[in-house]
């Protein structure tokens, strides 16, 4: 079974940056999405940013601006760069890759902890 291994979490003070990474554990086939999500205590798991196969980009409007995300295709890893952390910005941030239609999966990562002090 396949896992995603992510690292890239930690504490850091508000406007600070850190880059998060996710990748797999094994082979897989070429995701078609690849995404990061943040849950903060006591909240619902929400989308932070998607990319797909073909680079397209999404953000959710709270981070629009402040965050990147992008992918190595060779290595099926995603990457967020977050800059200008705020302290709502804490959350454990988890990855997702999506791949639909032949060799289908939808994998999650483990999570990390993202902690950013006022």
């Known amino acids: 079974q396949v896992q995603l291994v992510e690292s890239g979490g930690g504490l850091v003070q508000a406007g600070g940056s850190l880059r998060l990474s996710c990748a797999p554990s094994?082979?897989?086939?070429?995701?078609?999405?690849m995404a990061w999500y943040r849950q903060a205590p006591g909240k619902q798991r929400e989308l932070v940013a998607t990319i797909t196969s073909g680079g397209s980009t999404n953000y959710s409007d709270s981070v629009k601006g402040r965050f990147t995300i992008s992918r190595e295709n060779a290595k099926n890893t995603v990457y967020l760069q977050m800059n200008s952390l705020k302290p709502v910005d804490a959350a454990v941030y988890y990855c997702?890759?999506?791949?639909?239609?032949?060799?289908?999966?939808?994998?999650w990562g483990q999570g990390t902890q993202v902690t950013v002090s006022s």
């Open positions: 094994g082979s897989i086939f070429t995701p078609n999405t």
């Open positions: 997702n890759v999506v791949r639909t239609g032949s060799f289908a999966y939808d994998y």
